[in-house]
Each structure stands twice: as C-alpha cells, then as structure tokens.
C-alpha cells in the first residue's frame, strides 16, 4: 500500500506517516475489500491537501470502528484518549471538542479507527455563528438517484435566485449534500429557520417531489429535504471522509457539471482516486444571509 512506501517504517510493522505512527498497519478495517489501516492512511494521503482545509478546526463527530466496520462501531465527540493538541474547549456544558489542526491529526484518526468524520457547520472559534450550512436530501423508498440529483439542482436554482453560490457532494450513502457557504454572521437558530423556510417553499411548490417532515413512513416516493443538519451540534459527513458502509465508499465533492453524469452517491471507494477540486473556491465566497434575503423567504 502506498502509506506503507510513503511512511518510515519504525519496528514491528509500524509505520510512520506525517509524523504519527499507525500501529497494526495491516489490521483490515472494510473486510469485504481487505482495506487495512495502511490503505486507509493511503486514501487520506492522496486526498489529505483537498480534504484538510474544509475540516480544521471544526469540532468533529467520529465513527470509530477500532475492529473494523464489521465489528461494534461507535460515535465519539469527546477528545478522550486522544491527544492534547486535539481538544478543544468550545464553551459547552457537556466537554471539550475534537478538533484537527494539521494532516498528523487525521493520521491520528486513522491510527484511532476512525470510519466516518462528521463535520460541524460552524468552525470552533466560533460555535454559534456557522460558515456551512447544508441541504441534506435524502431519498425515500422508491426514488432513484436521477430524481435526488435532479433535487440538488432544484434546490441550486432556488439559492442561485437569491444570488448565493452552492456546492455539491456526494454523501457516499444514498444522498447528496448541497453545501451553503456563508459568511459567519448569521446565529444558528436564524440559519435553522431560513434553511427550513428554503426547504417548505420547495416542498409546498413541489409536494409530491419534496418534504421536509423526518417521518420515515411519509418519505416513500419523495425526498426529504432535511434541513435540520443545521443546528449547533448537529454534523454532515466531511468531504472525502470513508464511510463504515458495504463497498468502502467516501464522500466526494462534485462539481455541478459532473454531477449530471453520476449514477451513484457512491461514485469511488478506498483506493480510487478521484481527479480535480471542484470545491477549491469555496472559502473564498463571501456571502451572507442578509435581511434582503430572509425577507425574500418570509422571516
Ligand atoms: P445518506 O446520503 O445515505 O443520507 P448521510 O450522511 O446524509 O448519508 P443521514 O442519515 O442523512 O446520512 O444523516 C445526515 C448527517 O447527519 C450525517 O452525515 C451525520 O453527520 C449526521 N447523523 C446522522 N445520524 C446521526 C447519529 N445517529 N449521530 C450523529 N450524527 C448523525
Ligand atoms: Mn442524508
Ligand atoms: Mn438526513
């Protein structure tokens, strides 16, 4: 693999990578593909310079699966265990948060068992104001992926009439992510109700396509525009994070045009690399929910 040709090897089998040694290199973490601990490295090497920006200093929300995603996997937002220099305090009542500031850190996730790496939408600097907001559009029964897709676009559009740029990922799952970037001006509760208010508007135009109701038995047939991602210690999967899900996918950023030829969320998996940054931009939008555009939605 190629964490084991990058890194120095440091005895027994251990390897080093930026810095932070994985123990058990070989321990397989996705049995159906044989992914091990190296290979798992490997994959956020490749994609550690796309991937590190959109995740530092978020605090983060981890599936660790130390035995695999076979075996009893858990979530974990809490710095237990976990180095110092990853603990953050963010002014909550119930702990610290984990946070990562350099590609050693992933590293460390990597060597923790960590699966999946979910993502804030506000940075830890400050909790209460978010800089990312997301439109979670999750397919129910019966819905296939060209109708999802056609749902991201639809809620593109909706933002692009209010004159705010958006970006899309693929969630590794079943679904697509339309990510806001937004300037952090904005508290939470106001971004929580003007991502609901989008989300009714679509739904009411269009509601045999749409809902925004989280009852699983209503969904069959529709997309549920889940806007309720967007809250303080709510998370969305990080881009280019695995997934503890058969096939070993990961969360991929898509530009919009390539968008139209996926046919999955599930495009690539560990070991596949992708080409291109089609979110390279996206910090430097600067854009905000200004009162022309929450009274264009009504609040
Ligand atoms: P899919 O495309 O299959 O829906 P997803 O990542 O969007 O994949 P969801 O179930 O829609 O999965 O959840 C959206 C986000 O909410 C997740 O990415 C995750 O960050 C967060 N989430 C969901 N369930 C939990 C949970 N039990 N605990 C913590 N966070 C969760
Ligand atoms: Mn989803
Ligand atoms: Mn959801």
New binding site residues.
């Given amino acids: 693999p190629a964490a084991r040709k990058a890194g120095r090897a440091t005895g027994e089998g251990d390897v080093e990578t930026y810095g932070v040694t994985l123990s058990h290199p070989e321990k397989v973490l996705f049995p159906e593909q044989a992914i091990t601990k190296a290979a798992l490295a490997a994959h956020y090497a490749a994609y550690m310079d796309r991937m590190l920006p959109h995740v530092i200093d978020r605090p983060l ?1 981890l599936v660790r699966c130390p035995q695999g995603r076979a075996k009893k996997c858990f ?1 974990q937002r809490h710095p237990e265990g976990m180095p110092d220099r990853m603990r953050r305090p963010i002014g909550e009542d119930d702990g610290d948060a984990i946070v990562v500031t350099a590609p050693g850190d992933i590293m460390e996730l990597v060597q923790l068992g960590v699966l999946e790496i ?2 804030r939408g506000a940075r830890a600097d400050r909790p209460d104001r978010p800089d990312r907001l997301v439109f ?3 397919p129910g029964e019966g819905v296939d992926f060209e109708a999802v897709k056609d749902a991201a676009v639809t809620v593109r559009e909706a933002l692009a009439e209010l004159d705010l740029l958006s970006f899309v990922k693929t ?7 339309v990510v806001l970037p937004i300037e952090r001006r904005t508290p939470w509760d106001e971004a929580k109700a003007w991502t609901r208010a989008l989300a009714e508007k679509l739904a009411a135009a269009e509601p045999d396509r749409f809902l925004t109701k989280m009852a699983k038995a209503q969904r069959k047939g529709r997309i549920f525009i ?1 806007y309720l ?1 967007n809250d303080t210690k ?4 990080a881009p280019y994070s695995t ?1 503890s899900r058969e096939g070993a996918p990961f ?1 991929l950023p898509v530009s919009w045009d390539d968008l139209a030829r996926l046919k999955t ?1 599930q495009p690539v998996h560990v070991g596949e690399i992708a080409g291109g940054d089609p979110w390279a931009g996206i910090d430097e939008t600067r854009q905000s929910l200004t009162s022309a555009r929450k009274s264009a939605l009504g609040i």
Wanted: hydrophobic share 30%; no cysteine.
């Fill in positions: 929300t979530f979910h993502l979670d559009l999750d969630t590794g799952g079943k679904g697509l992510h889940d991602r709510s998370s969305a999967v997934r969360a969320s």
